[in-house]
C-alpha cells in the first residue's frame, strides 16, 4: 500500500471516529436535558402532593382528611378550577378519605369497588386500579417523590391537583 492511501485511510478512518463520538455526544446531551427535565417535573409534582397532603388538608383524630384548605392552595398557587372537586369535597361534611392505615379502612370493601370501576370508566387506560392504589398508598404513606413519579411514567397529563381532584371526587361518589 502506497503512502498516500494509507494517509487517505487514516484520514477517514479518523474523521469517522470523530464523527461517531460527536454524534455520542448529542445524544448523551439530550439524555442528560431530558432526565433533568424529567427531574425537575417529578419534583414540582410531589411538592404539590406534599402541600396537599400535609399543609392544604385538615385531618380528624384518625387521619383521615375530612376537607382541604381552599384558601391555602389558592394563596400558594393562584386561583384555578381544579380545586373545584376540592371543594365540592368540602361542602359535604359526610365526605372523607379514609386513610388506609386507619382500622375502618377495612369495612370500606363496597366504596373500593364503586371506586374502581368509576375510576377505571373515567381514565380509562391511562390509570388501572392497581396504579392508582399504589400512588394513593404512596401519597398516604408520605412518600411523594415515589407517587409522582409514577403518575408521571404512566403518562399524566394535566396537573396534579386536577389528578387528584378527580380521584377525590370519583371517591365521594361512591361514598
Excluded at 460527536?22 to 404539590?48: C, F, P, Y
Excluded at 382528611?65 to 359526610?94: M, R
Aim: charged share 25%; proline share 2%; with cysteine.
Amino acid at each position: 500500500m502506497n503512502s498516500s492511501k494509507l494517509l487517505q485511510l487514516l484520514v477517514i478512518s479518523m474523521v469517522s471516529v470523530l464523527f461517531f463520538t460527536s454524534l455520542s455526544s448529542v445524544g448523551l446531551a439530550k439524555d442528560t436535558k431530558e432526565s433533568k427535565d424529567e427531574a425537575a417535573e417529578i419534583n414540582e409534582a410531589a411538592e404539590k402532593l406534599e402541600f396537599l397532603w400535609e399543609k392544604a388538608s385538615v385531618k380528624d383524630e384518625y387521619g383521615n382528611i375530612i376537607e382541604f384548605d381552599i384558601e391555602l392552595l389558592e394563596n400558594k398557587y393562584g386561583k384555578s378550577s381544579e380545586f373545584e372537586e376540592l371543594k365540592e369535597f368540602n361542602e359535604n361534611p359526610n365526605y372523607v378519605l379514609v386513610n388506609p392505615a386507619n382500622e375502618f379502612s377495612i369495612m370500606l370493601d363496597d366504596m373500593n369497588k364503586c371506586f374502581n370501576k368509576k375510576a377505571k370508566e373515567y381514565f380509562g387506560s391511562f390509570l388501572k386500579p392497581a396504579a392508582y392504589a399504589a400512588i394513593a398508598e404512596l401519597v398516604w404513606a408520605g412518600k411523594y417523590n415515589k407517587a409522582a413519579l409514577r403518575l408521571i411514567k404512566l403518562g399524566a397529563k394535566g396537573s396534579v391537583f386536577g389528578i387528584i381532584g378527580s380521584l377525590v371526587a370519583i371517591r365521594v361518589s361512591c361514598a
